[in-house]
């Protein structure tokens, strides 16, 4: 058989297409943080990871430039061998204090971080242990790595006490999860996990990704917690509140090392351009002296988590900014947001694999940035469609 034929057979977008509803890879001729441009058209966007809005801080902007001017747009080359700048040292040595570890590690992207940092940590005679919705990037990178995978159902840290009491002592442990998980919005209940942990003595890595900038004052979640010494591995990612390209582990001095020596992703990738990481290194900087965007981004979020609940949207139980509008059918949901997106309202719908079947959801999202009249707009337009399509 043709390896190529389950792409000659693919038809899943072109059904949607044809039904025009399909609602990915929209290209936009903007973008300028609560607003998107499409075709001239000005549309809300409710559906970036921009939580603190600063892509559009004139110090980041500015920051980004200098990059540019002062280094080029790459590196050409690893860290491990000429791609090193001494600005990549100086941002790991700020973004450890940051979150209050000994060191820290820059690569490239998110993904790579995970990647790269996760499968190296898991050998052979090693257990990891996941949420079931951890994030894509810790899947990938648990297949990685060469030791056993185990997955407990989302939350359930009780049964994540009873896998962890049948692994032998004799095997490495780890525990994955998100500090907030990407979909549903809800925090991770450290305190309990890190007493589950403890208990087993199991080591703990938490991503961050859409914990940083929002969760600890923008710290993240084990600082939100006071749990920081708790947890043995910070992830970061710099695509959200840090408006930039980019991610981090930070930890033990020890470890960060091995993970520098040994990460195929971090090895084996130029390093991260220097426009990106100044970017980082001065949205850094906004988070640690202007609060106020922490604050703004959580009076946003109040707001609008009471709208839709007001409204009788099933919203599940998320706790921070990102909030899912719960549609069920995947039609039904890709319907909702061509409605949304005609009315001037840009959101991500969600389906199938990415959700369990049958819980397809508008994955909405809000910045610091955003205007009141801004949200109360988009509530008005979610009230009419969810009831023109029978949704409330």
């Not at 280094?71 to 209050?100: D, M």
């Amino acid at each position: 058989m043709d390896v190529f034929q389950k792409c000659f057979s693919f038809d899943l977008d072109k059904k949607v297409m044809e039904k025009g509803i399909y609602p990915y890879f929209q290209a936009l001729d903007g973008l300028e943080g609560t607003e998107v441009s499409y075709h001239g058209r000005k549309i809300i966007m409710i559906g970036s990871n921009n939580y603190l809005g600063l892509t559009t801080h004139p110090k980041v902007r500015a920051a980004a430039m200098k990059g540019l001017e002062q280094f080029g747009p790459s590196c050409t080359g690893s860290r491990f061998l000429n791609g090193t700048l001494k600005l990549h040292i100086e941002l790991e040595e700020r973004l450890a204090a940051f979150v209050g570890k000994d060191a820290a590690l820059v690569f490239s992207t998110g993904m790579q971080t995970n990647l790269g940092a996760i499968s190296a940590l898991i050998g052979r005679n090693d257990v990891v242990v996941t949420d079931k919705d951890d994030h894509a990037s810790i899947v990938d990178a648990c297949r990685l790595g060469l030791g056993e995978i185990k997955r407990h159902v989302h939350g359930d840290l009780d049964q994540l006490d009873r896998i962890l009491a049948k692994i032998p002592k004799s095997h490495g442990t780890m525990v994955v999860v998100d500090g907030v998980f990407s979909m549903g919005g809800d925090i991770v209940d450290l305190p309990k996990l890190v007493n589950v942990c403890k208990k087993h003595g199991t080591r703990l890595y938490v991503d961050d990704a859409h914990s940083l900038g929002v969760l600890g004052g923008g710290r993240g979640t084990a600082w939100h917690f006071g749990l920081t010494d708790q947890v043995d591995i910070i992830m970061g990612t710099f695509s959200k509140s840090f408006a930039s390209l980019g991610g981090f582990v930070a930890g033990d001095k020890d470890v960060i090392n091995y993970i520098k020596h040994t990460a195929r992703s971090f090895i084996f990738s130029a390093s991260l351009p220097a426009p990106n990481a100044m970017a980082a290194f001065a949205a850094l900087e906004v988070m640690e002296t202007e609060p106020e965007h922490v604050q703004r981004l959580w009076e946003n979020a109040a707001f609008m988590l009471k709208g839709y609940r007001d409204l009788g949207f099933n919203i599940g139980a998320t706790q921070t900014p990102i909030i899912p509008v719960i549609i069920g059918d995947d039609e039904a949901c890709f319907r909702f947001w061509k409605e949304l997106f005609d009315a001037g309202v840009y959101c991500n719908p969600v389906v199938s694999p990415a959700v369990p079947q049958g819980m397809a959801l508008l994955r909405t999202s809000y910045m610091a940035t955003h205007r009141r009249d801004q949200l109360e707009r988009v509530l008005d337009i979610f009230q009419k469609t969810g009831k023109k399509l029978g949704i409330i």
